[in-house]
């Protein structure tokens, strides 16, 4: 902007009004009237504006002007004067630094703003910066600036210390990596924790709702609740209770103890009933411990109020209730301009070392729960505990296969039986980029995948829960063909894909998105592990139900009326449908379990044995690609893809015969890095480069114990696992560069391939027959 804000584009002189033209021209006249004869004297013209700059002037000469003008056509009506350093300058437009910055800045949408100035005419600026600003005064004299430096060298090497800063912060550096962060959940309600005591993700009332601790995406101004010790201390340790979803993070002289509470929960169903959350945090502590209560309702978008009570703190003015319970602590409330903080302390002493920090959200009761925190732990952590005892874990890395189960359970909705993707939105795949997607909904393809391994592992529960969620969904859609491939977690279509722009992104990686285009997509891979997983639930239980049936036929059907049409594909690359390799060997899965399905209750269908033969001709005909030696991503892109893998996974040809072998050869060459395994390498058309997929890496490791070569698929299988996080979770991708996750997390997808490949080790191939 130029003129001391009064100048804001380069339109401006054809937009200035003719009387005010007119008496700019007046102005202007009397002033060269003035100063005509003056030595040193210089004489700007601008668009709306004459400044009189005096600094070369005598002394003597510099004070008789001033005097002149300042009686003369300073008075001229419609005339404003601006001070500078030797400068006078007469308008006939309004001009504030102040008001201009701040328009600037609301066109803008900025969160926070740096202005650095040296004249008298910045400090209605100054003035004007609030909160997070930043307001830096160049040289000497009085101010309302906050921060001072000597002279303009200074104030640059203030900009290069910002972009400096700011290249780091991009770089992720200060971020937590995505795979440190711990899941808590109750089975409707699911939070991240960090390493360092903060709930960094929470959303509220749902899991796809907007979130109250944004942390994750925006840095602390989006909102946390954190524990830690006053000093300061960087913690000791943090891990699962064992075979439960409680998390214990110590530090010298302090140990928070986190989780879901699910003591409400009736024993005999199993599930959250109460709609109301909470969120224990129990405190042993020999020292003072600092609580920072922020919440940002909304992604921060709506400003509340903290009211401080006997019992804790209250959210005033927020859609939903919430509240945080503590009254041992001792509170005090900050505001930064828009949000209030609530800022508590702990002080323990030798009567008193426990303390119950409880965030409940859904009601705004203060009052004590009925039963003493430590019965409602051990309730919640038997509630895990029993669910683990009836798995029948394989011994190949016993623990990592038990804590991916609990995280596919944790993901489970037991309220609705549908299973997320994951619990966040657009943690990125590649950092700084725009891979950012949500995945906090309900992808038909990676429930059924979740529920099949946990009936693999002897729960059955989450199958039957998932495929009746799943009958109501295909039931209301137009025809099962028609199905999404994603919904929310209540079988309702997602709405439209937005974009939150108050935050800034995981490590600045923007766009935070909200909601996923996918769901408009033809996928019609979906219903090769729908039935797959039917066929094993089947087996297991002995019998198929009249539910079963439905749903087999309602995906054979489907299959039967497109599967020769292209589609999106596994990747839901946002391109024009191809004919997708594995969306075909998905369609010949549906048919093939299909037809054990009905054969196991005396109903052959030989009109579906024609169909599994048509589609694995065509797949074997279209699908190969002779020049790459290799199975390719679709008839009509004929380059490597990870997931052209399932022509070997599904046992559409012998795991011995030479096409699957040059196949997995050929996938290991070209995408394999370092300890994970890319996609694919050709174009999509996004900007920027991502991670390798865990589960192509697990799947790669299925395709080794195929092809016999178990000593790679151990090491393969050692090396994911050494990328799972501090409480042994994964996410969604892995940076072989970095040496860091990436991606939404815990990702169903990375604990599905973890579950499927220590099977694999034991000998138990699923999909395969």
């Not at 380069?10 to 009237?33: H, K, M, N, W, Y």
């Amino acid at each position: 902007m130029g003129s001391h804000g009064s100048e804001f584009d380069a339109d401006f002189l054809s937009d200035l009004e003719p009387a005010l033209a007119q008496r700019l021209r007046e102005v202007t006249a009397v002033i060269d009237g003035l100063v005509t004869g003056t030595p040193g004297v210089l004489i700007e013209h601008k668009p709306a504006s004459v400044a009189v700059h005096l600094r070369r002037c005598s002394s003597g000469d510099s004070t008789r002007l001033a005097t002149r003008l300042l009686t003369g056509p300073a008075t001229l009506p419609g005339v404003y004067v601006t001070y500078g350093k030797a400068v006078l300058e007469f308008a006939v437009v309004r001009m504030d630094k102040g008001h201009a910055f701040q328009a600037l800045r609301a066109g803008h949408g900025a969160a926070a703003a740096m202005f650095i100035g040296d004249d008298v005419t910045d400090e209605s600026v100054f003035e004007s910066l609030s909160g997070p600003d930043l307001a830096i005064k160049v040289g000497p004299g009085q101010t309302a600036a906050t921060h001072r430096v000597d002279d303009p060298i200074d104030a640059a090497r203030v900009f290069a210390t910002l972009a400096e800063e700011r290249r780091t912060w991009l770089a992720g550096a200060d971020s937590t990596p995505i795979e440190d962060h711990g899941l808590l959940s109750d089975g409707t309600t699911l939070a991240l924790l960090t390493p360092n005591g903060r709930i960094a993700w929470f959303c509220h009332p749902g899991v796809d709702a907007p979130a109250v601790f944004a942390e994750l995406l925006g840095g602390e101004t989006a909102g946390h609740l954190t524990i830690s010790p006053v000093s300061d201390t960087p913690p000791l340790s943090q891990t699962y209770v064992p075979d439960t979803m409680t998390i214990a993070t110590r530090w010298a002289g302090v140990t928070v103890t986190d989780y879901l509470d699910r003591s409400d929960t009736p024993a005999h169903t199993g599930a959250v009933t109460t709609a109301t959350t909470r969120l224990v945090r129990a405190v042993q502590a020999r020292v003072p411990v600092r609580i920072v209560f922020a919440p940002r309702p909304e992604f921060g978008q709506v400003a509340v109020r903290l009211e401080v009570t006997a019992e804790g703190v209250r959210v005033m003015g927020g859609a939903e209730p919430i509240v945080l319970r503590c009254p041992e602590a001792t509170w005090e409330i900050s505001h930064d301009g828009v949000h209030e903080t609530a800022l508590g302390t702990l002080t323990p002493t030798a009567q008193l070392r426990e303390f119950t920090v409880e965030l409940r959200t859904g009601s705004d009761d203060l009052s004590m729960h009925r039963l003493p925190e430590s019965q409602r732990r051990s309730m919640t952590e038997d509630h895990w505990r029993d669910w683990v005892a009836r798995l029948s874990v394989p011994e190949h890395h016993h623990e990592h296969v038990t804590r991916s189960a609990l995280t596919l359970k944790a993901l489970c909705q037991e309220r609705t039986g549908a299973i997320l993707a994951a619990v966040t939105t657009s943690l990125p795949e590649g950092l700084g980029g725009v891979r950012n997607w949500d995945y906090r909904y309900c992808w038909l393809r990676d429930a059924a995948l979740a529920a099949q391994v946990l009936v693999a592992l002897g729960s059955t529960e989450e199958a039957q829960a998932f495929l009746l969620w799943l009958h109501i969904v295909i039931a209301g859609a137009a025809a099962p063909e028609r199905v999404h491939p994603l919904y929310t977690v209540h079988g309702t279509p997602l709405g439209s894909e937005a974009v939150v722009d108050v935050l800034p992104g995981y490590a600045g990686s923007r766009p935070v998105r909200v909601g996923n285009a996918a769901q408009g997509q033809v996928q019609l891979d979906v219903f090769g592990p729908i039935v797959d997983l039917i066929a094993d639930l089947v087996r297991v239980r002995g019998r198929a139900t009249d539910d079963d049936l439905w749903l087999t036929r309602a995906c054979v059907r489907a299959v039967a009326t497109r599967w020769r049409e292209p589609d999106h594909g596994i990747w839901e690359i946002r391109d024009r449908p191809r004919h997708h390799v594995h969306s075909k060997v998905m369609c010949w899965l549906a048919v093939m379990r299909g037809i054990e399905v009905m054969e196991s209750v005396g109903q052959p269908q030989p009109e579906w044995v024609a169909l599994r033969d048509d589609i694995a001709a065509d797949v074997l005909e279209h699908g190969w690609f002779e020049p790459l030696q290799s199975f390719v991503c679709a008839y009509d892109r004929p380059e490597l893809d990870a997931a052209a893998l399932h022509v070997a996974l599904t046992g559409l040809l012998p795991h011995d015969d030479p096409r699957l072998v040059s196949t997995v050869e050929a996938v290991e060459a070209a995408l394999r890095v370092g300890p994970t395994v890319l996609r694919y390498r050709y174009d999509d058309g996004l900007p920027g480069r991502e991670g390798g997929m865990t589960i192509c890496t697990t799947w790669l490791i299925e395709c080794y114990l195929r092809a016999g070569l178990r000593d790679e698929a151990e090491e393969l299988l050692r090396q994911v696992l050494a990328c799972c996080g501090r409480t042994g979770l994964l996410s969604e991708q892995w940076d072989p560069h970095s040496g860091r996750g990436l991606g939404n997390h815990p990702q169903a997808y990375s604990h599905i391939g973890v579950i499927r490949a220590a099977l694999a080790l034991d000998g138990i191939f699923l999909s395969a027959r």
